[in-house]
């Protein structure tokens, strides 16, 4: 089909704006567009146009299954429409809740946690004699971490009641509904259709998550009446930092923080905090053991920078650029969130396609890593072509967009950054990992692109220092 593009001003009022559709990237004509990114090898440069230059016009997010059913009618951060309510709730995240101050003062929980995490390990292989389920190890890290910093400890998968069998059912329930694919969220018409059934375990999961969060809230207000003086010393967990908000009028915010707030955000933490790190370790890891020799000099550029007689700490990790240019890697091939999903708040002009209000908008991140317009062998593992190179994934390059960018950037980047990277040096710094046969690399298809197989490997302690986890 030919395109219709038009050469002339990009975005400007909707009086000069050209009204001609491109069916070059419109797919579906239905009440919300959608922009088809993959098929139009939609490249940063326009990644750039649509999220740089026209930040503010897709700065909004559609209504869908998700937002209502389980973000309390879109009133957390991630599924907030754009507007006060939003900047109201995403200020609350910036400047008290994923502060890099905030960030900082849960080191001790992440070393901690990385450590049980190793031993663990270690214990479960029969001291190097078995395989180990890599996943299972990586999740219950990332799980716990998180939990720890918004709660203040981990939960046992007997504390819920009813529905799912425990804690960790009910975030893998959490991840698999708001990622899973809903024809209603691309063809309203089709709203009333629940063939798939996803609308259903929304509000069945909903209900058991809104229990725990409720019985979350109540636990420390009581914890805070009963040892006041006790809970001065103690470093606030998220949880905290809310109520204290709730009880407070502060200046910061010109909104009052109820317990839905609350809710909410919390549900925005276990859904966008654990998932996305703990898929990002297990991509890592299958990379290194498709690719021993990337494995090998991680470990030399670790051991020359901390040796072999100590295990590797938060502060370590910034002095393994090589480390750094993995993970990064590791984004562009397998990024968590493959595609960002936007909706314009106003017609516009984009590189001289006309878009129309309320086009929800779907940048494919997974194409522009892999499409050999921007990257060089790109769908070779090559950490090597970050060496020495300014690119980031904080969002000012528009190739390498993992965290998304702009006004919707996630706000807990440093967070999940650390938590990858540390989690990552640990494992392969305590341990050289073999796997019998083939690495199996295929993805789960849908809106979020995790390992479709577990990874089975058998670590060997490689450490000087003997197993001591005390150190
Ligand atoms: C490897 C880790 C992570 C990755 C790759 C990641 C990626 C993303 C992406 C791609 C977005 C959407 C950006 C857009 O639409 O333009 C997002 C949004 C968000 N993320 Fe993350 N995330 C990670 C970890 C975290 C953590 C640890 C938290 C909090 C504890 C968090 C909280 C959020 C929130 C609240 C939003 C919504 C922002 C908004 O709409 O204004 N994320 N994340």
Redesign the pocket.
């Known amino acids: 089909m030919a395109a219709r593009r038009k050469s002339s001003s990009v975005g400007g009022s909707s009086s000069s704006i050209s009204r001609r559709p491109c069916e070059e990237i419109w797919e579906y004509n239905v009440s919300a567009l959608w922009l088809s990114s993959h098929r139009c090898g939609f490249f940063s440069g326009l990644a750039k146009e649509f999220?740089k230059t026209h930040d503010l016009a897709f700065a909004n997010?559609p209504v869908i299954a998700a937002g209502k059913y389980m973000a309390y009618d879109h009133r957390?951060?991630?599924?907030?429409r754009y507007g006060e309510y939003?900047r109201q709730m995403?200020k609350l995240?910036t400047i008290e809740?994923?502060t890099a101050k905030k960030t900082e003062s849960f080191k001790s929980v992440r070393e901690e946690e990385v450590l049980k995490m190793v031993r663990s390990i270690w214990k479960e292989s029969g001291e190097g004699i078995q395989c180990v389920d890599v996943r299972r190890s990586v999740s219950s890290i990332a799980q716990n971490i998180?939990c720890r910093?918004?709660a203040g400890r981990t939960f046992s998968d007997d504390e819920l009641n009813g529905g799912c069998t425990g804690f960790k059912d009910m975030v893998s329930e959490i991840a698999a509904v708001t990622g899973a694919f809903v024809i209603g969220d691309y063809f309203p018409f089709l709203e009333w259709f629940d063939l798939e059934g996803i609308r259903r375990r929304m509000r069945v999961v909903h209900k058991i998550y809104d229990e725990f969060a409720e019985k979350l809230i109540d636990e420390h207000i009581n914890r805070r009446r009963a040892k006041a003086e006790e809970e001065c010393n103690r470093v606030k967990d998220m949880v905290d930092i809310l109520l204290d908000m709730a009880e407070s009028e502060r200046q910061s915010m010109e909104m009052k923080i109820t317990r839905v707030h609350m809710k909410a955000?919390i549900l925005?933490?276990l859904s966008?905090?654990?998932e996305?790190?703990s898929?990002?370790i297990e991509w890592a890891m299958s990379e290194l053991l498709r690719n021993p020799h990337v494995m090998v000099k991680a470990q030399q550029e670790i051991d020359l920078v901390v040796g072999k007689h100590r295990f590797i700490k938060e502060s370590d990790v910034i002095r393994c650029e090589y480390l750094q240019c993995i993970v990064k890697e590791t984004?562009r091939l397998h990024?968590?969130?493959p595609l960002?999903?936007?909706e314009s708040m106003e017609e516009c002009n984009v590189d001289g396609y006309y878009i129309p209000l309320k086009t929800m908008l779907l940048?494919n991140?997974w194409a522009i890593g892999r499409h050999e317009s921007v990257w060089e062998d790109p769908l070779q593992f090559k950490p090597e072509r970050f060496l020495r190179n300014t690119m980031d994934v904080k969002g000012q390059d528009f190739e390498l967009?993992?965290?998304?960018?702009?006004?919707?950037?996630?706000?807990?980047?440093l967070?999940?950054?650390t938590?990858?990277e540390l989690t990552l040096a640990q494992l392969i710094h305590c341990f050289d990992w073999s796997v019998d046969g083939e690495v199996n690399m295929d993805e789960f298809s849908g809106l979020t692109v995790p390992k479709k197989y577990p990874i089975y490997s058998r670590p060997s302690w490689r450490l000087t220092t003997k197993h001591n986890f005390n150190v």
Do not use: E, K
Not at 401 to 413: A, D, E, K, S, W
């Open positions: 999220l997010r957390d951060v991630v599924f907030a939003w995403r995240c809740l994923f998180v910093m918004f955000i925005d933490i966008a905090g654990i996305t790190s898929t990002t984004f990024p968590p969130v960002l999903r936007h940048v991140v967009i993992p965290f998304g960018t702009g006004r919707r950037m996630c706000p807990g980047l967070m999940g950054l938590v990858v």
